[in-house]
């Protein structure tokens, strides 16, 4: 039995050590806002937070993060200034990508609350939208800074 800290509850699950994290969140925690899309860990669409951390949960085995904090996009608060900047720059298009997104763009703020243009690309350089709302996506990313500073908090 493996107990996971997921948004902030504690569950028990019967599941071998090795299964991807995506798919207990999916399948047992009907947690279903992270996305699976590559499962080799490259496009992002599966991020969630462990202990502050972004980290693909497709490439995640559940045994690995027990006794550690995760965050998914749900556990995310609905005021958080990503989450707020995502819908004021109306950033998703088909939006099966977005919650990875968000959640990585929320740890880069959150340990680089005003990063420069390059930082901001090269943090979301490996995130991969088919529908290529990126434009949208670095607007949206300076709109959540100019929240955070403004005092949106989380």
């Not at 493996?2 to 047992?28: A, C, E, F, M, Q």
């Not at 088909?94 to 929320?106: D, N």
């Not at 005003?114 to 943090?123: A, H, Q, R, V, Y």
Request: aromatic share 4%.
């Amino acid at each position: 039995m493996i107990s996971l800290n997921v948004n902030g509850k504690v569950y028990k699950i019967d599941v071998p050590p090795d299964t991807p994290l995506i798919w207990v969140l999916r399948d047992h925690l009907k947690l279903t806002g992270t996305k699976y899309a590559c499962g080799i860990g490259e496009c992002g669409a599966c991020t969630v937070h462990i202990d502050g951390v972004a980290k693909r949960s497709c490439v995640v085995a559940v045994g690995d993060v027990q006794g550690k904090r995760i965050v998914t996009i749900e556990g995310l608060p609905k005021n958080h200034p990503v989450k707020r900047a995502w819908i004021i720059e109306q950033v998703p298009q088909c939006g099966f990508c977005q919650p990875g997104t968000i959640m990585q763009v929320a740890y880069l703020i959150s340990k680089t609350p005003n990063p420069d243009p390059e930082k901001i690309i090269k943090e979301m350089d490996d995130i991969i939208c088919r529908c290529g709302t990126y434009p949208r996506m670095k607007r949206a990313v300076k709109k959540a800074i100019e929240l955070l500073r403004k005092g949106g908090g989380k």
